[in-house]
């Protein structure tokens, strides 16, 4: 066998064993402005898990009345990631910690004017 490939098989089942995903909600709130944002509470692994390495990507999932209008954000930290609807995957954190918090950002959207209750909050966080 080649050093390279010696060097890729030995580090192999490290690698694999490294990888893995954690699932976390938060409970429902009430959005009731547009100025100003409605913060989940913080959705972490579960506890004993302790995962390591960086995010891979989140899955996520939320929801809200039929017809509202809603500005949603996922952040860790001060990075977060725009969301384009109630439910979807995105690799636009990949590389942050996978054992920090993550908090969804709620704001009303243009034209809404009355509170919007957002409920069944989920991340699936997949990390390597």
Same mark, same amino acid.
């Given at each position: ?5 010696t ?11 490294a990888?893995?995903?954690?699932v976390?909600? +938060?409970?429902?709130?009430?959005v009731?402005?547009a100025?100003r ?21 989140i +899955? ?5 009345p039929?017809?509202?209008?809603l500005n +949603? ?26 054992d920090?918090?993550?908090?969804f950002h709620?704001?009303l959207?243009p034209?809404q ?6 409920q069944?909050?989920q991340?699936i966080?997949?990390?390597?």
């Open positions: 066998m080649t050093p390279l490939l060097l890729v098989l030995a580090l192999a089942p490290g690698l694999a064993a990888a893995g995903s954690w976390a909600n +938060a409970p429902s709130l009430m009731s402005m100025e944002e409605s913060l989940s509470r913080p959705l972490r692994a579960p506890p004993g898990s302790a995962p390591t390495g960086a995010i891979d990507s +899955a996520w999932r939320f929801e809200q039929p017809g509202s209008r +949603a954000r996922l952040c860790q930290a001060n990075r977060c990631m725009p969301l384009a609807g109630a439910r979807g995957q995105s690799q636009a954190l990949a590389g942050l910690p996978a920090e918090a993550l908090r709620f704001s959207g034209g004017r009355r509170a919007v209750r957002v069944g909050l991340v966080v997949n990390y390597q």
